[in-house]
């Protein structure tokens, strides 16, 4: 049996500090696939990913517990991009990387599949990169990671109205960006 978050940030607070490789084994894939999907470069993926759990365990002492232990990495994560693509200004930012997007469905391996497959994934790349940050974060959060509403708000510290509000406007964005895809 798996032990909960809870109780291993609990023993890590306590001294257990080799306890803490447990947590970053049971979420190193996950804050990567984020960090990815907001970063589009797989190595400034891999570098904050690493800078992501070492703020963690550096501000493990501080949790509380008021949210959940993942709730709260991402929310490091999140910042952690923000804070990245502030300090570097004109790059690439916020896609989602080819193996970040899920199979389309219906792929096969003939040739014309595979071309309109490629374009679609090429413009959902262009629809993505032309939302908002705040809602290029939330469609990641929600599609890809697949958090419920409860966890974006806590991850953002908004209500979760917000969240739906801009998880809304951004399927809007993608659906009229995409419309021919339709």
């Given at each position: 049996?798996?032990?909960?978050?809870?109780?291993?940030?609990?023993?890590?607070?306590?001294?257990?500090?080799?306890?803490?490789?447990t947590?970053?084994?049971?979420?190193?894939?996950?804050?990567?696939?984020?960090?990815?999907?907001?970063?589009h470069?797989?190595?400034?993926?891999?570098?904050?990913?690493?800078?992501?759990?070492?703020?963690?365990?550096?501000?493990?002492?501080?949790?509380?517990?008021?949210?959940?232990?993942?709730?709260?990495?991402?929310?490091?994560?999140v910042?952690?991009?923000?804070?990245?693509?502030?300090?570097?200004?004109?790059?690439?930012?916020?896609s989602?990387?080819?193996?970040?997007?899920?199979?389309?469905?219906?792929?096969?391996?003939?040739?014309?599949?595979?071309?309109?497959?490629q374009?679609?994934k090429?413009?959902?790349?262009?629809?993505?990169?032309?939302?908002?940050?705040?809602?290029?974060?939330?469609?990641?959060?929600?599609?890809?990671?697949?958090?419920?509403?409860?966890?974006i708000?806590?991850?953002?510290?908004?209500?979760?109205?917000?969240?739906?509000?801009?998880?809304h406007?951004?399927r809007?964005?993608?659906?009229?960006?995409?419309?021919?895809?339709?």
């Amino acid at each position: 049996m798996e032990t909960p978050d809870e109780e291993l940030v609990i023993q890590v607070q306590k001294g257990e500090s080799s306890l803490f490789n447990t947590l970053v084994e049971r979420y190193q894939r996950r804050i990567y696939g984020v960090v990815l999907g907001m970063v589009h470069h797989r190595e400034e993926a891999l570098d904050l990913a690493q800078e992501v759990f070492l703020k963690a365990y550096k501000s493990l002492p501080q949790f509380k517990g008021h949210s959940r232990f993942y709730t709260w990495l991402y929310r490091i994560a999140v910042n952690t991009v923000i804070d990245f693509r502030r300090k570097s200004k004109g790059m690439q930012t916020f896609s989602i990387d080819d193996e970040s997007i899920k199979e389309i469905p219906g792929n096969t391996a003939s040739p014309d599949r595979q071309a309109i497959n490629q374009e679609l994934k090429g413009e959902l790349h262009a629809a993505l990169d032309s939302l908002p940050e705040d809602q290029r974060a939330i469609i990641i959060l929600r599609e890809l990671e697949e958090l419920s509403y409860q966890e974006i708000a806590d991850t953002f510290e908004c209500s979760i109205g917000t969240v739906m509000s801009r998880l809304h406007y951004a399927r809007k964005r993608l659906r009229e960006r995409l419309k021919s895809y339709l």
